[in-house]
């Protein structure tokens, strides 16, 4: 069986909280990340300084209506039994999503790109994104040329993450050329590979798309 889901509302709710083998302790907040722009509804999630421009990126085969859509971060700080409170908390993205309706999600499904076909999946895989500059990024495949020089280390991405000491985010930027907008994050902790997920409604409405950097356990009472 593919890999399954986790229960992502408890991940976004504030104030949950997590214990690592280790007794390294973990409490959730959840960071807003402002309104990204969708003038295609073609959504689609990769590491923006390895991928943004390079053309190796499809957009996800589910789309949504054109508009302007919230971003937000489930962000764990952590911390070790009696450590005192530090000037600079240690903290990690757990998730990023894109939320597309405030309603309940009752149904999760893996984000897929063209040809991707999850029935060919064997026990725990998933698709995804592979992370080799330690950020994950939501944005319209419109915007895909519409940052350049992000690879160069150059732009209003670059920026936003230097200026802000790269602080976890979500960093909401702005082409200045076109006015695509792009939502950036980093990702958990670091380079590795990460699904997306999409959410549903019982009515099959999509409520999210969802990246899972896999920084929280799931909590002891969720459900099998």
Do not use: K
Request: proline share 9%; glycine share 12%; hydrophobic share 35%.
């Amino acid at each position: 069986m593919p890999m399954s889901p986790r229960d992502y509302a408890w991940l976004f709710t504030p104030g949950s909280t997590f214990t690592y083998e280790s007794g390294q302790t973990g409490v959730i907040h959840v960071a807003d990340g402002g309104a990204l722009d969708l003038p295609t509804g073609r959504v689609v999630a990769c590491d923006p300084f390895v991928y943004l421009g390079s053309g190796d990126m499809e957009p996800f085969t589910v789309t949504v209506a054109p508009g302007r859509y919230r971003v937000e971060a489930a962000v764990a700080t952590l911390t070790r039994p009696g450590e005192p409170p530090a000037e600079h908390p240690h903290r990690r993205v757990a998730a990023a999503r894109l939320v597309i309706r405030d309603e309940p999600t009752a149904t999760w499904e893996l984000a897929l790109g063209p040809e991707q076909d999850p029935a060919g999946l064997g026990d725990d895989e998933f698709f995804g994104y592979g992370v080799d500059a330690g950020t994950g990024c939501f944005y319209d495949a419109s915007a895909e040329e519409a940052f350049p020089g992000t690879e160069d280390e150059e732009g209003p991405l670059w920026e936003a993450f230097e200026n802000s000491d790269w602080s976890e985010g979500p960093h909401l930027v702005t082409s200045a050329g076109t006015g695509h907008t792009l939502a950036a994050f980093t990702s958990g902790w670091g380079d590795g590979f990460y699904p997306t997920w999409i959410g549903r409604t019982a009515s099959g409405e999509v409520t999210c798309y969802l990246t899972d950097f896999f920084v929280a356990p799931a909590p002891a009472d969720a459900p099998v």
